[in-house]
């Protein structure tokens, strides 16, 4: 009797299993993209804990982003010493400078840059958004792989975002 139960019901249970492993797998792969934005900004900025953080990964747009919680010693130093500070944090290959925002007005003209849409966080979005436009924060861009790591003082954060499909010339 049991057998045949076993027998009848068997497809189900592997079908089960299946789904259970894959959603596994894709939690697993969503956890581990987001510890990625982390390890994209410069270790100097001594990242606390994540803001929020998200990405779109379909086939017209690979994108997102995060924003974390920067250290109170290193903001002191931000304070004290503005872009001389930044500057002599080093960035991941093929990133400008450290700039001073605002930047380029085109960045926001036409609203948020594609990276920044997909971070599915308001706080982030918003800081992001209103902090690259105003001074006294900090930026630099990886065109060819479209990504900012942008540095907010007054928001006590730090956000990276990526747009593999932008066309970037936010120089």
Not at 53 to 68: H, I, V
Not at 97 to 119: E, K, Y
Not at 155 to 161: G, I, N, S
Request: hydrophobic share 45%.
């Amino acid at each position: 009797m049991l057998r045949a139960v076993w027998k009848q019901h068997w497809n189900w249970i592997r079908w089960l299993f299946l789904v259970a492993v894959i959603g596994w797998g894709l939690m697993s792969f969503r956890g581990c993209q987001r510890d990625s934005y982390r390890w994209e900004m410069p270790k100097e900025l001594q990242l606390g804990e994540m803001v929020g953080a998200d990405f779109d990964a379909n086939p017209l747009a690979w994108c997102g982003g995060g924003g974390f919680e920067i250290a109170d010693e290193v903001l002191a130093k931000i304070a004290a010493d503005g872009l001389s500070f930044v500057e002599t944090m080093p960035l991941p290959p093929d990133y400008d400078l450290w700039r001073a925002t605002p930047a380029p007005t085109g960045w926001t003209s036409q609203g948020s840059w594609a990276g920044l849409a997909c971070v599915g966080n308001r706080t982030v979005i918003e800081a992001a958004f209103y902090g690259i436009q105003e001074p006294g924060n900090y930026y630099a861009v990886n065109s060819s792989f479209g990504s900012i790591i942008l540095v907010l003082p007054e928001d006590r954060m730090a956000v990276y975002t990526h747009d593999e499909y932008a066309n970037w010339s936010m120089r």
